[in-house]
């Protein structure tokens, strides 16, 4: 059985760093993409950071470019998504999702149905 499951979420200053962990179980990670998204109370999920298992490819949406890093230890089964430089417009329920393929495709795919698995999630709260 395929899982993802999310942790590192918490509350943290405006300014502040989280490092949000993303453990993958039950299918090989070395050929995956994998997505960060997040929703905050009222809004539509979003996606922020993306990457290819099977090659390290990264793509950031531009909210988060340059404070956020998305990286993986495929040994481990794992991606993490280094958060800094928060702000209180990134409080959000933070989703790891993963698709299968990605030495396959063209371009990480952005969009949620793009994605076929997915985990519960991690609070991320930024006070300002």
């Known amino acids: 059985e395929v899982q993802l499951v999310e942790s590192g979420g918490g509350l943290v200053q405006a300014g502040g760093r989280l490092r949000l962990s993303c453990a993958a179980s039950g299918f090989t990670f070395d050929d995956y993409a994998i997505g960060w998204f997040r929703q905050a109370p009222g809004k539509e999920r979003e996606g922020v950071a993306y990457?290819?298992?099977?090659?390290?490819?990264?793509y950031y949406a531009d909210s988060v470019k340059d404070r956020f890093t998305i990286s993986s230890d495929n040994a481990e089964g794992t991606v993490y998504l280094q958060m800094n430089s928060l702000k209180p417009e990134d409080t959000a329920v933070y989703y790891c999702?993963?698709?299968?393929?990605?030495?396959?495709?063209?371009?990480?795919?952005?969009?949620?149905?793009?994605?076929?698995?997915w985990g519960q999630g991690t609070q991320v709260t930024v006070s300002s």
């Open positions: 990457l290819s298992t099977s090659d390290g490819r990264t």
């Open positions: 999702a993963a698709e299968p393929g990605a030495q396959h495709m063209r371009t990480i795919p952005h969009q949620e149905y793009e994605y076929h698995y």
